[in-house]
């Protein structure tokens, strides 16, 4: 089983408890009575989803993946997606050299035996099929226990009741905060909160929308930027 070390996680600062104060103001339901803490939860994990299907990005992974040894690599369990292969990683935790990506076609016409060359603690070059996104090959083949900078796309991760923090970046807490709120007013929708609630849906794809304009202004792609 890969072991990944995810730099991601230090931005998932908001807190499942802090939230739920927050809503708890908003929905003048300090007690949970009405607004139940199971079905918070439930509709915080609905709009971990609803995020993640609008911004896949907002579940991406960056972090440190320990090689199997040989070509073959797979990705962790909660993996989709790989989406980036950066470089190396030294003995002492520093960058190593880059690996450039290339493709099993190219591989096998330019070195047909790449597969069985020796093992290298560090690898040069890696490909993959779009075919099988959670599998990738790396040559030459690897060490066992070398490690990798890679990025890639992971299914939301389930928010349970002991859960500390939600498990996404900061910047959408307020995304979630707004998408709850609007189904829980939504269950008194008949009692004329209905408006209400769809204000608090309004906010929620508002928040999303600002953010991916924010983004795509501030990418280094932007050719504005440069």
Request: with cysteine; charged share 25%.
């Given at each position: ?35 139940q ?20 990005q ?69 490909m993959?099929?779009?075919?099988d ?29 002991s ?8 910047e ?55």
């Open positions: 089983m890969p072991i990944i070390i995810n730099i991601n996680e230090t931005s998932f600062k908001t807190s499942v408890r802090d939230l739920n104060s927050r809503l708890s103001s908003i929905l003048n339901d300090e007690d949970m009575i009405r607004y803490l199971a079905e918070r939860i439930d509709w915080m994990n609905e709009a971990v989803i609803a995020i993640a299907n609008r911004q896949p907002s579940q991406t992974v960056t972090g440190f993946l320990q090689l199997d040894e040989g070509c073959k690599q797979i990705l962790p369990q909660e993996a989709v997606k790989l989406l980036e292969v950066r470089n190396n990683l030294n003995g002492d935790g520093s960058e190593g050299i880059a690996i450039t990506q290339t493709t099993l076609t190219e591989m096998d016409a330019a070195a047909p035996g790449w597969r069985t060359g020796t093992k290298k603690p560090s690898v040069r070059q890696f993959f099929d779009d075919r996104p959670k599998r990738f090959w790396v040559w030459p083949p690897a060490v066992s226990g070398s490690l990798i900078d890679i990025t890639y796309l992971r299914l939301p991760q389930a928010i349970t009741e859960e500390p923090n939600l498990p996404i970046p900061d959408y807490s307020e995304a979630v905060l707004n998408f709850v709120a609007y189904r829980c007013l939504m269950k008194d929708s008949e009692y004329a909160n209905g408006a209400v609630a769809t204000g608090y849906y309004q906010a929620f794809l508002a928040a999303l929308g600002m953010k991916e304009e924010s983004e795509m202004k501030a990418s280094p792609n932007n050719g504005a930027n440069r």
